[in-house]
């Protein structure tokens, strides 16, 4: 089992940058491949992107790719979003994921075990 909280969010301008982090308890952080996804006020959760276990390979939403970047830390057993060029619509609670990676790239909610509690962006225009 792994506890995952997230950190880093806040208020930014449009094409401004923010670097969200999430930390995971446990010893077994390496075992997991870690998903980044986001919810806006009255939409559904969306997927952001994926890094696989020891972060040799990423996977990214349309929306954000080319933007965002994930990496991981597994000695620190933290993952990572860098968020440039921030848009309004990227405004969301993000939401740092655990899956045991059955296939790959996990791009639903139900693909992975372990959720943070979130953390609020918000990007201003």
């Known amino acids: 089992q792994v506890q995952l909280v997230e950190s880093g969010g806040g208020l930014v301008q449009a094409g401004g940058s923010l670097r969200l982090s999430c930390a995971a308890s446990?010893?077994?952080?390496?075992?997991?491949?870690m998903g980044w996804f986001r919810q806006a006020p009255g939409k559904e959760r969306d997927f952001v992107g994926v890094?696989?276990?020891?972060?040799?390979?990423?996977y990214y939403a349309d929306s954000v790719k080319g933007r965002f970047t994930i990496s991981r830390d597994n000695a620190k057993n933290t993952m990572y979003l860098q968020m440039n060029s921030l848009k309004p619509e990227d405004t969301a609670v993000y939401y740092c994921?655990?899956?045991?990676?059955?296939?790959?790239?996990?791009?639903?909610?139900?693909?992975?075990?372990?959720w943070g509690q979130g953390t609020q962006v918000t990007v201003s225009s």
């Open positions: 446990g010893r077994t952080f390496s075992s997991y491949v």
């Open positions: 994921a655990a899956s045991y990676g059955r296939h790959w790239p996990p791009q639903n909610g139900y693909e992975y075990e372990y």
């Open positions: 890094i696989s276990w020891r972060g040799g390979n990423t």
